[in-house]
Antibody, heavy 120, light 111 residues
Framework: QITLKESGPTLVKPTQTLTLTCSFSGFSLSTTGVGVGWIRQPPGKALEWLAL???????RYNPSLKSRLTITKDTSKKQVVLTMTNMDPVDTATYYCAHHRGARLGFDFWGQGTLVTVSS | QSALTQPASVSGSPGQSITISCTGT?????????VSWYQQHPGKAPKLIIF???KRPSGVSYRFSGSKSGNTASLTISGLQAEDEADYYC???????????FGTGTKVTVL
């Protein structure tokens, strides 16, 4: 059974760096073809894909946010970490991590999401 | 990378069929048969209901079906039920460099 859970601060100040952790079970990030992605959703707005890390440590980022994002994995700890620098109130959103098993299958399992508010 | 375009809202009566469109470009929807659809109920995480354009994951109702023509993908919900009232998002693969783009989302209301 695949499960994912996001954790991190619920409140960050403008200009600070956000660090979110996705802890997962039921799969290995060393299995060929497997990845973990991050997607966010501002309150009342649409989903936005942020980043994706693959089993082979290949990384992909949303070009509009690429300069601010870093995604890393710790295969043994079964965790994926997303950092986003220079946070702004417009970054207030629910951040989700999701299991990815290739372009054919999309994001087939999602975490419950974590709401991050950016405010001074 | 611009968001895929979906209608803001679609409504229908119980038992009816509705279709949600998802319009992209030659760089995403038009180039790959790799559109996925997600259902999201209020306060919940999105749930995958269609992958690879037309396929349903195990456990997803047959009432959900996907299709594509040119740069536009579509999700059809047949035999509309009250439980189908939710937000729906499309997502397309867009190539190896920037793999994914989501749609603007559609709110489905069951009258």
């Amino acid at each position: 059974q695949i499960t994912l859970k996001e954790s991190g601060p619920t409140l960050v100040k403008p200009t600070q760096t956000l660090t979110l952790t996705c802890s997962f079970s039921g799969f290995s990030l060393s299995t060929t073809g497997v990845g973990v992605g991050w997607i966010r959703q501002p309150p009342g707005k649409a989903l936005e894909w942020l980043a994706l890390i693959y089993w082979d440590d290949d990384k992909r980022y949303n070009p509009s946010l690429k300069s601010r994002l870093t995604i890393t994995k710790d295969t043994s700890k079964k965790q994926v970490v997303l950092t986003m620098t220079n946070m702004d109130p417009v970054d207030t959103a629910t951040y989700y991590c999701a299991h990815h098993r290739g372009a054919r299958l999309g994001f087939d399992f999602w975490g419950q999401g974590t709401l991050v508010t950016v405010s001074s | 990378q611009s968001a895929l375009t979906q209608p803001a809202s679609v409504s229908g009566s119980p038992g009816q069929s509705i279709t949600i469109s998802c319009t992209g470009t030659n760089s995403d929807v038009g180039s790959y048969d790799l559109v996925s659809w997600y259902q999201q109920h209020p306060g919940k995480a999105p749930k995958l209901i269609i992958f690879e354009g037309t396929k349903r994951p195990s456990g997803v109702s047959y009432r959900f079906s996907g299709s594509k023509s040119g740069n536009t993908a579509s999700l059809t919900i047949s035999g509309l039920q009250a439980e189908d009232e939710a937000d729906y998002y499309c997502c397309s693969y867009a190539g190896i460099s920037t793999p994914y783009v989501f749609g603007t989302g559609t709110k489905v209301t069951v009258l």
